[in-house]
């Protein structure tokens, strides 16, 4: 029988790494751990919770990789851009045996330098964020949208935006400061994309063939959702976290059984209909004994 996935996001592992956690989730940790040992599931370590945990003090960091080395003895997921990144790249060169997991040593919690400067990164991608949301006007064409005409326009901006830095690559232009997603560019140079290989990858993604990529699909689905709700008054205010949370999500729903997560995100899954599209389960924060009751069953079957 195949080890069920679970994805725990940082509120998740937050609650189960405590020192002093509440009784349920010392319970739930120990049904995580009974699980794993007989290997009915495993929990890998999301490259976004290390990020997270960076700026904590070293006495939390220890935790958080206690946690996830009891639960997966070293498997992790990759970040939500490798991940990208190499299904964006397999559109046109396929990949026979590809994993969204690699290995990891329980030594990323000591590393103070490296911590600080994740930490540096992460203060800096909050402050881009700002900037961003600062200027942002939103059209009012999109308040006029139904919520599957905002999806498909979501959709195509992503699309476009992608393409437009594939055109900037092709003209020598890949340093620009003006790129949409640079880490992305920076992959397929890496890889040292031809330029038919381009066309061609251009062309894929106009065909919707980028945004079909399930990570991309979930990321888009909760993005048109979450502004479908803002536009009438339906979401919390928008915070640089939700962008990460979203790729946190979309990672779970594209390679995870079970997704444990916190209590709005755990909403959005669901005003989102995210079970329509996949079979992940996703559980809240909010309800730690449907959680352990899950978990449980899981460990049992």
Known sequence: MKMKVVYLDQNAASFLAKPNAKPIWREIRYALADGFHNRKLICPLPFECVMESAPKPLEFRQAIQALFWELSQGVAFKEYTEISSELTLALVRPTLEWSPMIFWKPIW????????????????????????????????????????????????????????DLSSLLAGRANEESLNCRWLIEFLVSANLAPAEIEDLKRAIYDHEWANIPIHAFDILLSAKWEYDDIR??????????EIDRK??????????????????????????VNEFCQTLVLS?????????????????
């Not at 946190?248 to 209909?273: P, V, W, Y």
């Not at 924060?285 to 079957?301: F, G, N, W, Y």
């Open 109 to 164: 919690a000591e590393m103070e330098s490296a911590a600080q400067k994740v930490k540096s990164n992460w203060q800096a991608g909050k402050e881009r964020m700002n900037e961003r949301m600062n200027g942002f006007v939103r059209s009012q064409n999109l308040e006029l949208m139904t919520e599957r005409e905002l999806l498909r326009v979501v959709a195509a901006q992503r699309s476009i935006r992608i393409c437009d």
């Open 233 to 242: 008054g339906g979401s919390a205010a928008y915070h640089p976290n939700d």
């Open 248 to 273: 946190r999500a979309a990672t779970a729903l594209s390679h995870a059984d079970l997704f444990i997560t916190e209590g709005d995100m755990a909403n959005l899954c669901q005003k989102a209909n």
């Open 285 to 301: 924060v909010r309800d730690p004994e449907k959680v352990l009751e899950t978990i449980r069953s899981v460990s049992a079957a």
